[in-house]
């Protein structure tokens, strides 16, 4: 009776020492995962301010990009044919 008794505290206490690692590992592991979001976020927001900067300048530069004018081209189309420019 003795021996059971012995045997099942030891069990008890090598199960209780296995379940805190599993606990101690699944810990790590969500810690893990939220340094990782934290991360993935951060570039995330990162990336959209490059993003909007890029944005921003392109259409600045496509604003400021000159339209030909339809009649100035016929008029140079118009001297070409005549031979003088």
């Known amino acids: ?30 810690k893990l995962l939220r340094n990782m979001k934290n991360y993935y976020w951060a570039r995330m927001h990162v990336c959209k301010a490059k993003m909007r900067v890029l944005q921003r300048r392109l259409t600045e530069a496509l604003k400021g990009k000159k339209k030909p004018n339809p009649l100035r081209i016929l008029a140079e ?8 420019q």
Do not use: F, P, Y
Not at 77 to 84: I, R, V, Y
């Open 1 to 30: 009776m003795k021996q059971q008794i012995v045997e099942r505290e030891s069990m008890l206490l090598w199960l209780n020492a296995h379940l805190e690692r599993l606990l101690a590992k699944a810990n790590q592991d969500k």
């Open 77 to 84: 189309a118009s001297l070409k044919d005549q031979g003088t």
